[in-house]
């Protein structure tokens, strides 16, 4: 395929003596909708925690737009172009939708205190720009009219889009998504579908995390399975979906099937 | 600066420094219990140890020690000192339970935020100080030799005092005994799953409010011991006396890694120590200043204290 | 819930007013406010009197200084959720310098302002920057030692005059036909005040914009906000020594007044009571911190006829005050929006995003 994005090599990540990804190869292409499976503690979350910096890992590397990524702060690597959102979800509950997700876009500003403070031409301009990118992606997300409101007084399903808003916020390349159709119906998790579509048609490309098979069989164009710390697949989903590692992995620990 | 002095009398002033470190530790465990179980300083425990010193001080009243007698001999003098040492942890203990009762857990119960729970007790320590400053007018007070003081043994130039090993050995005696309550009993028991993880204790059947009540009782046990050993050791006392010993006691429970029992006996121990080298080589007017940068020191290269907490969960 | 929003809140209604009023009524109304606070020592009466001390004295020190402070802490307290405990010492800062270069050099007061305001500012980083990286609860132990220790070294070196401190400071050179001496507190009120109203507008600037939402994330969820792009520590850092420099102008106008100054006037009870003014009047709440330090000040001048047992009342007061309303007397409270065309966005048919 294209070019890749986002790459692992021989990713290891112990705590103490338990070791939660084991030589984990990945890549993510650009323009793609890659999907991360595998059962519960199989690691997927500790692969976005390697990845957005907040864990570093034990030995590999993490390159992303042919960058290291490893002992850079998060905030670098949010700068640097990818974004997340959170399996329980980690709004700033007592901030406005809005300033959710400007808070999101304030990513590329450059003025900070002292332009706030003497209101200088640039930062007056960055602030409109940054409401205006807000308002957009409030739009995007259908949660326009949300925009007012405390992050904490959404409905639950507001709050998970949200949380996407505020991560397409920062301009990511790469946004990765940690089960973002978690606790949707089923109505809900077709439109969830058809948005994430439009998030990679937009021109950006997304992993996620997903329990959802029908979800991520519809609209990945690769999947990678994880169990116990190690990828055991990796392909398109038809492959996936028939390969005897996979499914004896899941009937160990078979997936919420909901 | 004097360093020479630090050389000549290095065995002296390590003994010293121990026994001022066996009265931090035991004050320190207080701090670090408490943070355990509710993560919070509590800003109230200088006091619980004032208390324990004034007690301290009106038990030998009551038993008839005046500071003008000379000091008592045989069981007398082991009952007396026993009589104030009951006395002092008695009162810190009671003080240390009502602290929480006042200033934590109406708090706690509707889950108000970590700020207004500090103010909370820095409300009641600002009333015992004043309290005790209009009780006492402000005026330091002086313990009576209950004890003769003599030197047992001479070791490489240091003097060995019999009441500052009374100290050291005591204080190692509580501290095993508390040891023994948190890794055997059935409320040390509770307040090590509390530190672990508030949820589930409660989940697994652990009532808070008990275990909570009992871990202030420790904490002001520990620190009430730690008043009447101060008294018998510096034999003075004053409103002002928990503030400073308040603030040595908790940097010692963050140096040696605060809600981790075992470092802040080790973290009290070093820090009676670096402080009385400290003392002898910069003058006293400079201790509080060295142990500070050592604490900044610490923190800023392991910033989990020296024998790591007990309690970390990872975070994201 | 429900019983409570029916309720009649004066509050929400003067802010819906306050939101639905034209240009001209909000700026009247704010010079109305403003001009009341500048002719405020004028209100010299019984009522207000305080035993020891008149009204104008007081109004500068404690209120108006108070005010001040917690004005500077609640940026550090209040928006970033950072507990410092050591406050104190900035203020210790300024007001050393203008008692050292005051005494020692021919600069006069608006010379030193900066001076003292950039020193403050500079103890700030340093205490700041690798501090500010650890725990919460590590950060309020360094704190109050620091504030400990700015006034034990101030004790301990002779050269600034030990445990006496510093005496015959000089006071401001006269402005605008006001003459700032000892006997009369007023002209000193009116800097203060100019001084106060000043941090009050740069606090509501950043709040509303990008600083205000960095803090406002590193407050509630520090790890997300890293995540979200906020080089937390730097807007922590930042925080600081805005407070800082707040708390060292304080300091320099304070000393100036009281024309000599010693170290223990610089003691945690400072620090203590400043926080408390913050976390009683309604911590991250500007109007709410400004009225718990008004009345943390004034009470126990007011109640100075208590005399000893005063302070015990204070203590007391904290904690009830803290069992009964937590978050303070004017807690912060954040207004929702519902209007879907809110900030009026231009209507754009359906969503894209570039």
Redesign the interface.
């Known amino acids: 395929m294209s070019e890749k994005l986002l790459e692992l090599k021989n990713i290891t990540m112990k705590f103490g003596g338990v070791t939660a990804l084991s030589e984990v190869n990945l890549h993510v292409s650009k323009g793609e909708i890659a999907a991360l499976i595998g059962p519960n503690g199989a690691g997927k979350t500790t692969v976005f925690n390697v990845v957005t910096g907040v864990y570093k890992p034990t030995s590999g590397e993490v390159n992303f737009v042919g960058q290291s990524v490893v002992g850079k702060k998060r905030y670098q690597v949010t700068k640097m172009g990818i974004a997340r959102t959170f399996q329980n979800i980690r709004l700033f509950g007592e901030s406005t939708a809005l300033e959710n997700v400007v808070t999101g876009a304030d990513v590329h500003s450059k003025s900070g205190v002292v332009g706030a403070i003497f209101g200088t031409p640039r930062s007056r301009r960055e602030e409109a720009a940054a409401l205006e990118r807000g308002m957009e992606l409030l739009e995007f997300m259908g949660l326009k009219h949300r925009a007012g409101q405390l992050g904490k007084n959404l409905p639950y399903g507001d709050q998970r889009r949200l949380e996407i808003a505020r991560a397409l916020a920062t301009n990511p390349q790469l946004l990765l998504l940690d089960e973002p159709a978690a606790g949707f119906n089923p109505a809900e998790k077709v439109a969830l579908a058809a948005t994430i579509r439009k998030i990679r048609d937009a021109g950006y490309t997304v992993l996620l995390i997903e329990h959802d098979m029908s979800l991520i069989m519809d609209i990945s164009d690769r999947v990678a399975v994880l169990d116990f710390g190690q990828k055991i697949a990796d392909d398109v989903p038809k492959v996936v979906q028939n390969d005897p590692r996979v499914i004896e992995a899941y009937l160990g620990a078979p997936a919420d099937a909901s | 600066m004097d360093f020479a002095l630090l050389h000549d009398a290095f065995w002296g002033l390590t003994f010293d420094g121990l026994a001022l470190g066996a009265i931090y530790a035991l004050i320190s465990l207080g701090y670090t219990l408490v943070y355990g179980v509710l993560r919070l300083i509590n800003f109230a425990h200088s006091e619980v140890f004032m208390i324990g010193t004034f007690s301290a001080l009106v038990a030998s009243g009551i038993m008839g020690v005046k500071v003008e007698d000379d000091p008592r001999t045989g069981w007398n003098m082991i009952f007396t000192l026993l009589i104030c040492l009951v006395a002092a942890m008695l009162a810190s203990g009671i003080t240390a339970v009502l602290v929480e009762i006042v200033a934590y857990r109406r708090l706690r119960q509707r889950g108000a935020t970590k700020l207004a729970t500090l103010i909370s007790a820095i409300g009641v320590s600002i009333s015992l100080v004043e309290l005790f400053r209009i009780i006492t007018d402000s005026l330091p007070r002086e313990f009576p030799r209950i004890m003769d003081k003599t030197f047992l043994f001479s070791y490489a130039g240091a003097d060995i005092r019999n009441d500052k090993v009374i100290v050291i050995i005591a204080a190692g005696l509580m501290m095993f005994a508390l040891e023994r309550f948190i890794s055997k009993s059935r409320y040390g028991k509770g307040i090590r799953a509390v530190s672990m993880d508030e949820n589930t204790a409660t989940l697994m059947g652990v009532n808070i409010n008990k275990v909570i009540t009992v871990t202030f009782l420790a904490g002001g046990l520990m620190a009430g011991a730690a008043a009447f050993f101060y008294i018998l050791v510096y034999e003075n006392t004053s409103f002002k006396v928990g503030f400073f010993l308040g603030i040595s006691a908790f940097t010692a429970a963050v140096l040696g890694g605060i809600g981790n029992l075992k470092g802040a006996l080790f973290g009290g121990f070093v820090l009676g120590i670096l402080e009385t080298y400290t003392s002898a080589v910069f003058g006293t007017a400079w201790k509080a200043v060295i142990s500070f940068l050592i604490l900044v020191l610490v923190l800023l290269i392991k910033p989990t204290g020296l024998f790591g907490e007990s309690i970390q969960q990872a975070r994201v | 819930m429900a019983d409570k929003k029916n309720r009649y809140n004066i509050r929400d209604h003067a802010a819906t007013y306050w939101e639905n009023s034209p240009k001209w009524r909000r700026v009247s109304m704010s010079i109305a406010f403003i001009a009341f606070f500048y002719a405020l020592p004028f209100l010299n009466n019984p009522l207000v009197n305080t035993p020891g001390s008149d009204f104008q004295s007081v109004l500068f020190y404690p209120v108006g200084m108070y005010v001040l402070m917690a004005i500077g802490l609640n940026i550090v307290?209040g928006k970033s959720g950072l507990?410092d405990l050591g406050y104190v010492a900035f203020f210790a800062i300024g007001a050393y310098t203008m008692a050292i270069l005051g005494t020692h050099t021919a600069l006069n007061f608006w010379e030193i302002l900066p001076i003292g305001i950039a020193l403050s500012m500079v103890a700030g980083v340093l205490l700041g920057t690798?501090?500010l990286?650890?725990?919460?609860?590590?950060l309020?132990?360094?704190t109050?030692?620091?504030g400990?220790?700015v006034r034990?070294?101030a004790?301990?070196i002779e050269a600034i005059g030990g445990p006496r401190g510093i005496a015959g400071i000089p006071t401001p050179p006269d402005l605008f036909k006001a003459k700032f001496t000892i006997l009369d507190p007023k002209p000193y009120y009116w800097v203060l005040l100019t001084f106060t109203l000043l941090v009050i507008w740069?606090v509501r600037?950043?709040a509303a914009?990008?600083?205000?939402?960095?803090w406002?994330?590193i407050r509630?969820?520090d790890?997300?906000?890293?995540?979200?792009?906020?080089?937390?520590l730097?807007?922590k850092v930042?925080a600081f020594v805005?407070g800082a420099a707040v708390a060292g102008a304080g300091g320099v106008l304070y000393a100036s007044q009281i024309l000599s100054i010693v170290p223990d006037q610089f003691n945690?009870n400072v620090s203590?009571l400043i926080?408390?003014c913050v976390?009683?009047g309604g911590?991250g709440n500007l109007w709410g911190v400004i009225l718990g330090a008004a009345l943390l000040a004034f009470t126990p001048e007011r109640i100075r006829f208590l005399s000893?047992?005063r302070?015990?009342v204070?203590?007391?007061?904290?904690?009830v005050?803290?069992?009964l309303r937590?978050?303070?007397i004017l807690p912060k409270k954040?207004r929702?929006?519902?209007?879907?065309n809110?900030?009026s966005?231009e209507e754009?048919g359906e969503?894209?995003?570039?």
């Not at chain 3, 990286?133 to 590590?138: H, P, T, V």
């Not at chain 3, 914009?209 to 960095?214: M, T, Y």
């Not at chain 3, 969503?351 to 570039?354: N, R, V």
Request: hydrophobic share 50%; charged share 20%; net charge positive.
């Open positions: 307290v507990l690798p501090t990286r650890l725990r919460g609860d590590y309020a132990i360094v109050l030692g620091f400990e220790i034990i070294v004790v301990n740069m600037r950043m914009r990008r600083p205000g939402r960095a406002d994330a509630q969820d790890d997300v906000a890293q995540l979200m792009g906020v080089n937390t730097k807007y930042w805005l945690l203590i926080l408390a976390v009683f911590i000893q047992p302070i015990l204070f203590g007391i007061a904290l904690v005050m803290m069992n937590p978050d303070g954040k929702e929006h519902f209007d879907p809110w900030k966005v754009s969503g894209e995003i570039k």
